[in-house]
């Protein structure tokens, strides 16, 4: 294993369990949580606005997903975001289907202003969010990710930050490098909230080895590649693989998850 | 298959799948969307008063359930629904436990001022929303389905709404027509906001089938039933019949259905 | 069996399935449902400042945790617990990472003062509360439970109330008589909610034996302790264990119970 290879990271994560904060959807919450759990991470869910700030200078990675957004939870979004700035904690963005209401956009644009380290969606948020035009319906992509690669590479370079278009196929840009992941399983789409819970997991890789986020993000999604590919294995619908799933990630090792990740240079 | 039978409905769901907004508790979010995912549905879960109105006008069915209400969230409720109107698109009304509270009663009458297009409860429900004596208790009905049908008749009429009362046996009505069916499995109470995934997925058939309320619900009643009887052959208890039960809707098919359902007129 | 059983209290729980409100956080909202009616108790999550206070003087218990708190949730927390004093019912606090933002410690001591019956939280929860000094980290506890026991008894004393000190070996005491309840998995820190779960569950147990509860509360750690032994037998990992403690809860009677209880004065 190289030094900075998925398995060496999930290995570190491991051995210190980074707390992550987590300002989800109400959808998500209970798979992310058990998601971070399952990798071997400390999930702590704490978004209102009269603690998110002061949990940001605990926490050592924030993620923020606008799934079930509220007026009131905006202002503890903003506050955690400053807070993790301010310490220079990275920070996770997922913009769920922010080209839905003109509230989501608002509000994507406001929390972008906020610099995220890491911006992690489907292939029909990132282009919508690149500018273009996507064929996303309500929260699921109905676009292939190997359109998303130029609005990804696009968005990583107007907003310095690392963008992440997963879904069959995963793509991952810091505007300059770029790296495609292979994995995962069909049934992943069927499970709700299996791509907010995804974010999560990036933001536990963040803080795990803030150093250089695209090579987080990287150890990220093959994590969840692989486990998926695992899981999938046995599972005889979206039911039996939620819990698969789950047992997949937590029997994965450093060294199994280095020799089945199916990572290459784009 | 006949043209509108819960096989032909089902199959038209999976080849143009509805987005469905769906305005629920929070008990009910994570399992609700995994029900409509597994159908084959597009699950949103938009309630925010921002937002709930303007997505009401993309999606093409909504549902409303009052089973974790708060004054915040009627606003989101009253302009979705009235969005729907507007728009023509149906909508779907589970009044959960509205008689434990005054909030809850005022709430489901206000509610109702919107004219859903069809509601569903559990008989403890539908007997006090037509104004008799039930036995509920919390959340949980407590009389049975066969009691809840002239109740049933009685609230169709006086709304003009398609009503379905479910449980051991489920009846349909919109004050003149009437179904009953049968199947399901005795693990269905047992699993937390099964019901209120009943709701959700009533307003998934109803997108696909507008035209007639009462014979959409009688699909969706029927997919539950014949799901929930085909998960229980290997379930051993609540907890593996959950995941049983989303591999069940997942594999089912339209002709597999139409051979497997217990339907009659009543 | 002993009519205090662990076995018998279960065995009247079943008999005589008592309502338990519980304004609970979002992650724990469907699992904790979920863990009440697979032990027979009928759950109800309601929150609302608008219906708490009416809520509780129906329900036979109230549980409160503070896991995803707001200042909103607050008032329905005050305005609960008041009316369950009121009415002379049992309710238990889940003071959940208090020690981690001045938000929570201050909406613990406000919620202290209600003079909870039972406190029920994890060796650093239960630590920090003694006002010592803990290790916990986010939400997860870093302390052994036999550290807390110390704690448990300066804090059951200083507030009148029975406290549960839980994590691989219970503790639970009055400030007088203490047990101590052996049993779980090393499954159950890595399954989300599981803790806010039991705490549901000692209401529930409250409920059924308001009488003493010391007694009640060692029934319901006990049906935790030995749920969680029966479905590790078969689980793989958290996914897997998830949804077998729900089968082993539910499979659960009272003579095997007691016969697998294992409980010691202490």
Redesign the interface.
Known sequence: MQQTSPGSLLTALRADPP?V?NIT???????A??VL??AGA??????????AS??AG??RALTINI??????WMKGMHSAADAANRAGKPWVLDPV?HY?????RQAVDALLAHRPTIIRGNASEIIALAGGTNRG????SRDPVEQAQSSARILAKAHGAVVAATGEIDFVTDGERAFVIEGGSRFM?????LGCSLTCLVGALAAVFPTDPLVSSVAALTIFAVAGENAARQA?????F???????L??LDGPTLDRQARIRAA
Do not use: C, K, Y
């Not at 959807?25 to 798979?31: E, G, K, L, R």
């Not at 400390?42 to 603690?51: D, G, K, T």
């Not at 939620?242 to 997949?248: K, N, V, Y």
């Open positions: 707390l904060q959807n109400f959808v998500a919450m209970n798979i949580a058990n759990l399952a400390s999930p702590a869910m704490v978004h209102a606005e009269e603690e002061e949990f605990i926490a799934g079930t957004l509220s007026a009131g289907a839905a209401t003109n509230f989501r319906q309500g929260v699921d789409p069927a499970v709700t909230a005889d619908g979206p039911g039996s939620a819990w698969r799933f789950l047992d997949a937590s029997a």
